[in-house]
């Protein structure tokens, strides 16, 4: 089983990446690469799993402290 630092580890990993897919999928909306259907669709999907990852490491975070 893993421990908490290399969940860690990985939810910040993971932040990373969706950060940077997130840069990519607003230079393709502006580039027009992308309809603003689809932009809106691919963007809801990163957003909604950073925030889940977000509130993962906030609770990790919250209970390492205790």
């Known amino acids: ?10 939810l910040q990993s ?8 997130m840069k990519d ?3 393709e ?4 690469k992308i309809s603003k259907e689809e932009y809106e669709q691919k ?3 990163i ?3 950073l925030v889940e990852i977000m ?3 906030t ?5 390492s402290k205790n």
């Open 29 to 32: 909306e502006s580039d027009k």
């Open 59 to 63: 609770q990790l975070a919250y209970i």
């Open 1 to 10: 089983m893993k421990n908490g630092k290399q969940i860690i580890q990985q």
């Open 47 to 49: 957003e909604r799993e």
């Open 43 to 45: 963007k809801y999907e």
């Open 14 to 21: 993971r932040k990373k990446i969706l950060i940077q897919q």
């Open 55 to 57: 509130d993962r490491l």
């Open 25 to 27: 999928l607003n230079r």
